[in-house]
């Protein structure tokens, strides 16, 4: 990883930042003579306009040559972090600042926007993409009786593994919308859409990332490999979506479910021999791209406006006057296919009260309380989201597993209530 970093950030980049008044201005060269301007508004958060124009040729010696650090270390000095330096509508920095805290903020400077590329200051998007592999994994472990030892080996390849599929899902993504992303006010700042990171090096990182990935799925029985590879067709299409159909959030539900799935053939179970198992993994598999279409259309509402401008489609714009409405009734369709997956292993109360119960709680509070409107509300409650309803999922799972694996009483309390 270290010696792949320090590859990519040896290669030459010029960039040139100036601050006038009024505008910020960002210079990348595509070639010794050749950049490209582009002019970004103080008072708007959409890309205005971009002009080329001949500039005098850059010198390639070090001491001349501006760097990443020192792009930001000039950024830092000439825009500092006051109310002046954000849009007033997003509250999103208008030009790029270097993190200041975090574990992001530790790195070499050239490692940081390849960190930043996979999000890694972000967690929230792997703990979405991890928690159908561990809600999967507890409901096969209860069904297939697996040790704790197993379950516990199995859970850190899966996060481990959504940590690496999510880097690479958020790189190619950018990839796909480098022309996109300087029109929205969340993602002009973008390692590739700020000219931090060229595509042609993105897409090195993610030949990288994917062969991490595989090494991961090679740690798993033979058979995750047949379930495990198809996703990838899904991860490399799903940019696609946002430009063909107003509902790209589905298409994201079936790559970020796709965990659910997984669970079973990681814990030696056939879903193509066991009818028990391949219908409760379907039916959690559908309830996790409910929730998956649930929790991005509030995401959605963050862009909406930008979205509007720069062509992009979502389901939050096709739904913008019954938004809640539609997130009611996926709440009830990811409830209900929650339930009946849990059904079709035989679970107990504790996972009705404990995972579907939990999910009723916390669904139906962020429903209510969210304000679509506005953009920090709908980030908190997306960023929680994954904490408070999918924690409360998996605390309903594993109670339901240990119980059911050693508690005698239990199970006589189980068959005389269900």
């Not at 650090?69 to 790029?96: E, G, Q």
């Amino acid at each position: 990883m270290a010696c792949l970093l320090s590859f990519i950030a040896s290669k030459p980049r010029a960039v040139c930042y100036t601050k006038f008044v009024g505008l910020a201005t960002t210079i990348r060269p595509k070639s010794h003579t050749q950049a490209q301007l582009r002019l970004l508004s103080i008072n708007g958060p959409c890309l205005q306009r971009i002009v080329r124009l001949n500039c005098s040729p850059v010198s390639r010696s070090a001491s001349t040559r501006p760097t990443y650090a020192s792009l930001s270390t000039a950024s830092a000095a000439a825009t500092p972090h006051s109310k002046a330096s954000y849009s007033k509508d997003d509250n999103v920095p208008l030009v790029y600042e270097p993190p200041r805290t975090g574990v992001v903020a530790s790195l070499p400077k050239s490692w940081i926007p390849y960190a930043e590329l996979i999000r890694l200051d972000k967690p929230t998007g792997t703990y979405y993409l991890f928690f159908p592999c561990l809600f999967s994994t507890l409901i096969a472990a209860t069904y297939h009786g697996a040790t704790l030892l197993e379950v516990l080996s199995t859970t850190i390849l899966f996060f481990t593994g959504a940590l690496v599929m999510r880097g690479a899902g958020c790189t190619i993504n950018d990839l796909w919308d480098r022309n996109l992303d300087p029109h929205v006010a969340r993602t002009r700042l973008r390692p590739i859409a700020r000219g931090a990171v060229a595509p042609s090096l993105a897409v090195v990182f993610t030949g990288f990332q994917l062969l991490t990935g595989l090494a991961i799925l090679l740690q798993f029985p033979t058979s995750c490999l047949y379930y495990g590879i198809p996703s990838l067709v899904l991860v490399a299409t799903y940019p696609l979506a946002k430009r063909i159909t107003h509902y790209p959030q589905f298409v994201l539900g079936l790559t970020f479910s796709w965990g659910a799935l997984m669970g079973f053939p990681a814990l030696g179970v056939d879903l193509m021999a066991d009818s028990t198992a391949v219908k409760a993994a379907g039916l959690l598999y559908s309830s996790c791209v409910s929730w998956t279409v649930l929790y991005d259309m509030i995401y959605a509402h963050m862009d909406i406006k930008d979205d509007a401008k720069a062509g992009i489609k979502s389901i939050a714009l096709r739904h913008n006057n019954e938004t809640k409405t539609v997130l009611s009734g996926l709440a009830v369709v990811q409830i209900g296919l929650l339930a009946a997956s849990g059904m079709a292993i035989g679970a107990g109360p504790v996972f009705f009260v404990g995972s579907c119960g939990s999910a009723a709680v916390t669904l139906g509070t962020m429903i209510w309380k969210v304000k679509l409107k506005d953009v920090n509300n709908c980030w908190w409650w997306f960023k929680n989201g994954a904490l408070l309803t999918g924690g409360g999922i998996a605390a309903g799972l594993l109670g339901e597993y240990v119980l059911q694996k050693d508690g005698t009483h239990y199970k006589a309390v189980k068959q005389e209530l269900l």
